[in-house]
């Protein structure tokens, strides 16, 4: 993957990348990385920055010394320490001549088609200003709930809904190892994520993130799927995309070959997953060949949803089949799951569709 090649990159910056074990930030750091940018932007490249950062400044500013603290009171330093990091990006991208737009996104935003759709055009317009979109979790009002709780997803999902060409998540260290113990079985490419992937990783964080390699291959997922390419790389050097250009370390994940739309693309990055509708094996062949999926073959739903809600499509087997958006509630399918189209009115009182979930919006996984 060479990165001077990509119309368009989102760059993720963790909290250690930006904020020093003391809670201070890294000036002289992120002066560097703007180097980087400029000469991306001279190249004609557009740039996302989706940053860490807020909570660890809020408790760094605010004298909390306690590295975890509730979610009520972590809202509260977001919203403190989401001030001085803008600011700080303010100052030194202005040193370079470059504006910035700040863009603070819930999952809402991302997940609601409609919404995901104004957050691209918000994207394209800070393009055309020049300017380079600086992005969030705006951890100030989401709840647990409702939040992605790590920014590698968020940046993954920034990525596929920009139609970025490459994700590059500076980390502190230089990608995915084959032995957490051994630095130099670095993978240097990943074309499919499997459980022999998912068993090397290791699952603790650090000081300020909320993340951790897991979180990492979760965005990858999203990227590939998406027909993104994604890089883990080092942060910790000063001009690190200068630095992963000339050393060419990295862990690469491959995207995969795509034909879906842009609105496909969407479907199959969702984050929902909670969500399930289990279907029959006959369901599961009409799907595979293009049908969409009726009551009939529904054999049992998992979770509440609405109508319109990214939901995943399982067999049997509890092996993945589809991510799709379903056309009625979960209360609506209990009632009419294993029953023919034409009964759904009369079992629900109401006219409907006759599709549980219509082909247009089924992506096969």
């Avoid at 317009?125 to 790590?150: C, H, M, Q, R, W």
């Amino acid at each position: 993957m060479h990165i001077n090649k990509a119309k368009k990159i989102v760059i993720k910056l963790g909290s250690s990348t930006i904020v020093d074990e003391k809670g201070k930030f890294k000036k002289k750091w992120l002066l560097s990385l703007i180097s980087d940018i400029k000469k991306l932007k001279k190249n004609k490249q557009e740039v996302v920055l989706v940053s860490s950062g807020a909570i660890a400044l809020g408790q760094s500013y605010l004298k909390i010394k306690n590295k975890k603290v509730k979610l009520e009171m972590s809202q509260a330093v977001a919203s403190v320490g989401q001030i001085h990091l803008i600011n700080e990006f303010q100052k030194l991208f202005e040193k370079n001549n470059i504006k910035i737009g700040q863009i603070l996104i819930t999952p809402d935003d991302t997940e609601k088609r409609r919404r995901a759709l104004n957050a691209r055009r918000t994207f394209e317009n800070l393009f055309k200003l020049g300017a380079v979109p600086v992005v969030n979790e705006n951890d100030t009002t989401a709840t647990s709930e409702i939040k992605y709780g790590d920014n590698d997803r968020l940046a993954a999902r920034v990525a596929q809904i920009i139609g970025a060409d490459l994700l590059i998540i500076l980390s502190d260290v230089d990608g995915l190892y084959e032995s957490v113990s051994n630095k130099k079985s670095l993978i240097k490419k990943v074309e499919i994520i499997n459980n022999n992937i998912i068993n090397l990783v290791n699952k603790k964080n650090n000081t300020y993130g909320s993340g951790g390699m897991l979180t990492k291959l979760e965005a990858a997922k999203i990227c590939m799927n998406a027909g993104c390419n994604m890089l883990i790389a080092n942060g910790s050097n000063f001009n690190p995309i200068k630095q992963i250009i000339k050393k060419n370390l990295f862990t690469w994940f491959v995207p995969k070959i795509s034909n879906l739309d842009a609105r496909k693309k969407w479907i199959i990055s969702s984050l929902s997953s909670s969500a399930k509708i289990y279907i029959d094996q006959g369901a599961s062949k009409a799907l595979k060949s293009g049908k969409s999926l009726l009551p009939s073959g529904i054999t049992k739903v998992l979770g509440a949803f609405k109508k319109g809600d990214n939901i995943l499509i399982v067999d049997n087997n509890n092996n993945d089949v589809a991510r799709a958006l379903s056309s009625f509630t979960s209360d609506e399918i209990n009632k009419i799951k294993g029953l023919q189209s034409d009964q759904i009115e009369n079992i629900l009182g109401y006219a409907s569709k006759s599709e549980i979930v219509h082909k247009d919006d089924i992506v096969i996984l």
